[in-house]
């Protein structure tokens, strides 16, 4: 049955050790220079960059910019971040393609730092 049909939605189920995001936060109106903020988010099934951001937007932090609507399947391309996962080198990619396990270090920046809109928002 989908889940658009059920008459419950329940929270999911943690597995796991937490995800560490360490995410690019940037206000025009407010900073005068970009920083880091991190986020220990509780790891859930099938997680992406781009659930783990809608994690933090709906339970730690309301005012973390990042365009909210995609495609679901790297099509559109809204959802671009430059990533950084476990220390590995930093990769331009789709986020809600790219796969989170238990226990990551993420480090999320925007696709281009120098056409910043707020956080992970860019012009295009």
Same mark, same amino acid.
């Given at each position: 049955?989908?889940?658009? #049909?059920? $008459?419950?939605?329940?929270? @999911?189920?943690? %597995?796991?050790? @937490?995800?560490?995001? /360490?995410?690019?936060?940037? /206000? @025009?109106? *407010? /900073?005068?220079?970009?920083?880091?903020?991190?986020? *220990?988010?509780?790891?859930?099934?099938?997680?992406?960059?781009?659930?783990? %951001? +809608?994690?933090?937007?709906?339970?730690?932090?309301?005012? #973390?910019?990042? +365009?909210?609507?995609?495609?679901? +399947?790297?099509?559109?391309?809204?959802?671009?971040?430059? %990533?950084?996962?476990?220390?590995?080198?930093?990769?331009? %990619?789709?986020?809600?393609?790219? @796969? #989170?396990?238990?226990? $990551?270090? =993420?480090?999320?920046?925007?696709?281009?730092?120098?056409? =910043?809109?707020?956080? #992970? =928002?860019?012009?295009?």
């Amino acid at each position: 049955m989908s889940h658009i #049909l059920c $008459a419950e939605v329940t929270d @999911p189920v943690e %597995l796991g050790d @937490p995800i560490i995001a /360490d995410i690019y936060r940037f /206000d @025009p109106s *407010v /900073d005068t220079q970009a920083r880091m903020e991190r986020f *220990v988010v509780p790891y859930h099934t099938r997680m992406s960059v781009f659930t783990l %951001l +809608r994690e933090i937007y709906t339970h730690q932090d309301q005012t #973390l910019a990042f +365009r909210n609507q995609q495609c679901g +399947r790297g099509i559109c391309g809204t959802c671009q971040v430059r %990533l950084q996962v476990n220390g590995s080198k930093e990769k331009q %990619l789709k986020g809600c393609t790219i @796969p #989170l396990q238990p226990g $990551a270090h =993420v480090i999320i920046k925007p696709f281009r730092e120098n056409k =910043v809109i707020r956080d #992970l =928002v860019v012009d295009f």
